[in-house]
């Protein structure tokens, strides 16, 4: 089992920036992907950014140039920089680390955007 737990969301104004942190305990073990999802409200969650083991990221076209998905393995910890933030990025994060066909979820951490 992997527990994990997100923390540094908030209220931020447009333009504004914030920095997800997604502590991750447990059997980390032959993690191959870890990413951050958001869900907003009446719509699916999707995948904001994901990195896997070997370091290769990708992001959603909506936040590109804008996010940064990084981690610290010593620390076992995925982060997500967000900058230049907008009002459509209000939503609930979610971080997600998968080992094979087994995903893992935190319970979340809500970010508004909003003046």
């Known amino acids: 089992q992997v527990q994990l737990v997100e923390s540094g969301g908030g209220l931020v104004q447009p333009g504004g920036s914030l920095r997800l942190s997604c502590a991750a305990s447990g059997s980390t073990f032959s993690i191959n992907f870890m990413g951050w999802y958001r869900q907003a409200p009446g719509k699916q969650r999707e995948l904001v950014a994901g990195i896997t083991s070997g370091d290769t990221t990708n992001y959603a076209d909506a936040v590109k140039g804008r996010f940064t998905i990084s981690r610290d393995g010593a620390k076992n910890t995925l982060y997500l920089q967000m900058n230049s933030l907008k009002p459509e990025d209000t939503a609930i994060y979610y971080c997600?680390?998968?080992?094979?066909?087994?995903?893992?979820w935190g319970q979340g951490t809500q970010v508004t955007v909003s003046s």
């Open positions: 997600n680390f998968r080992r094979g066909r087994y995903d893992y």
